[in-house]
Structure formats: C-alpha cells, structure tokens
C-alpha cells in the first residue's frame, strides 16, 4: 500500500514539474520590436494624471520625439529599447540599460525606479 501511495505521489510531482516547466517557458517568449511597436502610456502608479505617451518604433527600436516626457523619471532620455524574454529594457545613450520594464501581464508593464515610486507602461488604446 505505501509503494503505490509513493508511486502515486511521484507521478503527481513529476506532472507539476513538466506543467510548471512548460507554463514557464511559456510566459517567457521574447516578444518582438514588432509586437512591442505602438503607442504606450507611462505614468507613475496611482497617479494616471501624469501619463506620458510614447510610441515605440520597431525599426532601429527607437522612440518618437514624445520620449523627452520619460526624463522626469529616468533622470535622462531615453534613444533606445530592446526585448527581453521577461519585458523589455529602455536605455540611454550609451546604450546601458536605464530601466527594465517587467511584463505584469499582456500590454501591461512595470518597473521600481525609486523606492517610492512605481513607473507603469500600459498599450495605449488609440
């Protein structure tokens, strides 16, 4: 009776790994300059009456001239964006990395840029 209970267990603890491995390699598809292309609205958690609107272009993954509004909370502009498995990174012009945008959930994005402040990047509905 303890050897099938034990096998049991096992064949549950094997299926949570492969679902949790697959459901894993899932949510983290590099999505594409492409796909990431568009209008977006930044603005500071909570505070959606500071919404800065910014379109990312794929080609050359820059920004439309609307970026400037980004230096009141990255300190400088950003020239450039690049995927990443798990969001994306906007960077300066160096090309080091200013922040990393988090993907929360489909067009919906965040980063910590200060201890007090929450930097949300939402698709705008345009």
Not at 72 to 85: A, D, F, N, Q, Y
Request: net charge negative.
């Amino acid at each position: 009776m303890a050897y099938r209970l034990f096998k049991v267990v096992g064949c549950i603890a094997a299926l949570l790994t492969f679902t949790t491995e697959s459901t894993m390699a899932n949510s983290l598809l590099l999505m594409s300059p492409a796909q990431l292309a568009g209008n977006w609205e930044f603005y500071p958690q909570g505070d959606v009456k500071q919404t800065c609107t910014v379109q990312l272009i794929a080609e050359h993954k820059t920004f439309d001239p609307q970026v400037k509004c980004l230096k009141t909370w990255l300190g400088e502009v950003p020239k450039s964006w690049s995927p990443t498995p798990d969001g994306l990174f906007l960077m300066g012009e160096d090309g080091t990395a200013l922040v990393h945008m988090n993907r929360i959930e489909p067009g919906h994005y965040e980063a910590q840029i200060n201890p007090e402040t929450v930097l949300v990047m939402v698709r705008a509905n345009k």
